[in-house]
């Protein structure tokens, strides 16, 4: 169904407000979910639904520690993943001025923190490369097994372009954990190959793949690695939980973010230029037979979020818009 882009806005706002979130707070989760439900991605809206993003009754008040010139770690205290890792990437970016590069590691937060490629492009917007990468509560079975091990663990690169950074924003497993929650509430089934019941059969059914496993994204030892890759540097690496394991059963997992100033290596000019080059060699290789064009990373997605604003409607499934509503009636004040 279309409903106009402000009035998602306000219903997502509402929504945030009925969790017990206070108006900062509001506002930066607010930015991380619109900028993913403007790209068609399944990080969106579907986040305030079905269980919802609940205020920690134990958040406390995020603490920053500096290691070294270039390290930090982000103490979560339970916050709103988006909150906490927004914190991060401004950290990273100070960091990344003061000395050319910087490594934030963020943890102890106490939900999923959205669309990473919003984070990564925060970094870029302020001329550095930016890298993110997040662990996950254990849903993904490694080849060969039908068991969950890996979170979904996606990663995010994106790099300063000519008009606009080219952003890569990729979970590594089939399909996001929220996709199949957002399939889960549209009543869809879900796409051959993504997942396995409990049982160790594959699946469509969006309930048994949440009792069971998904695939990682190629079903090979290649994702397979990358996963187990991203695991270890988002957990272990920074004292954040992992397998399910950590100092709070609440704790969500760890992010890593990293900023690069191309100002220490090539230069930010160059580094566009080349960028742009190499984004328009893609974009100009011949498509094959059934593929209309051929697209830079991202690309898709900053003209699905173009072409929204242009417009001013989403297309929202109906079951996730009456959701939302009953969600942000909750809110205080709401009638």
């Known amino acids: 169904m279309r409903v106009e882009l402000e009035e998602v806005r306000d219903m ?18 607010l930015a991380v979910l619109m900028y993913a439900q403007m790209r068609g991605n399944n990080q969106g809206v579907v986040k305030l639904v079905n269980p919802g993003i609940p205020r920690h009754a134990r958040q406390g008040r995020l603490q920053v520690a500096r290691h070294g010139l270039v390290c930090a770690t982000v103490d979560g205290q339970l916050n709103h993943a ?3 890792v927004s914190r991060g990437a401004e950290e990273v970016i100070s960091l990344a001025r003061k000395g050319g590069a910087g490594v934030v590691a963020v943890k102890n937060i106490a939900t999923s923190s959205g669309a990473i490629g919003y984070y ?76 396995f ?30 996963s187990f890759m991203i695991q270890a ?45 190499i984004a328009d060699s893609v974009r100009a290789a011949t498509p094959l037979p059934d593929v209309a064009r051929v697209y830079a990373p991202g690309e898709r997605g900053d003209q699905t979020a173009a072409q929204v604003q242009e417009q001013g409607w989403l297309d929202l499934e109906q079951n996730l818009w009456e959701g939302l509503i009953a969600v942000a009636s909750r809110a205080p004040g709401s009638s």
Not at 197 to 226: H, Y
């Open 120 to 195: 990564s492009r925060k970094i870029t917007d302020s001329g550095f490369v930016g890298i993110v990468m997040a662990g996950a509560t254990p849903v993904v079975a490694p080849e060969g097994s039908y068991q969950a091990v890996f979170g979904t663990n996606p990663l995010s690169i994106a790099v300063p372009g000519d008009e606009s950074p080219v952003v890569l924003d990729m979970a590594t497993a089939a399909m996001a954990f929220f996709g199949v929650i957002e399939a889960k509430t549209a009543g869809q089934i879900l796409p051959e190959g993504v997942a």
């Open 233 to 277: 540097l988002t957990g272990p690496l920074i004292g954040a939980a992992y397998l399910g394991l950590g100092n709070s059963p609440d704790n969500w997992a760890g992010h890593l973010l990293l900023a690069i100033d191309p100002e220490m290596f090539a230069g930010l000019s160059e580094l566009r230029s080349g960028v742009a080059t």
């Open 12 to 29: 997502s706002r509402r929504a945030i407000m009925s969790y017990g979130y206070d108006p900062q707070e509001r506002e930066i989760i």
């Open 197 to 226: 019941s409990r049982s160790g059969e594959g699946t469509r059914d969006p309930d048994e793949a949440l009792t069971g496993a998904l695939r990682t994204f190629d079903s090979s030892r290649k994702g397979s690695g990358m």
């Open 82 to 84: 988006m909150v906490a």
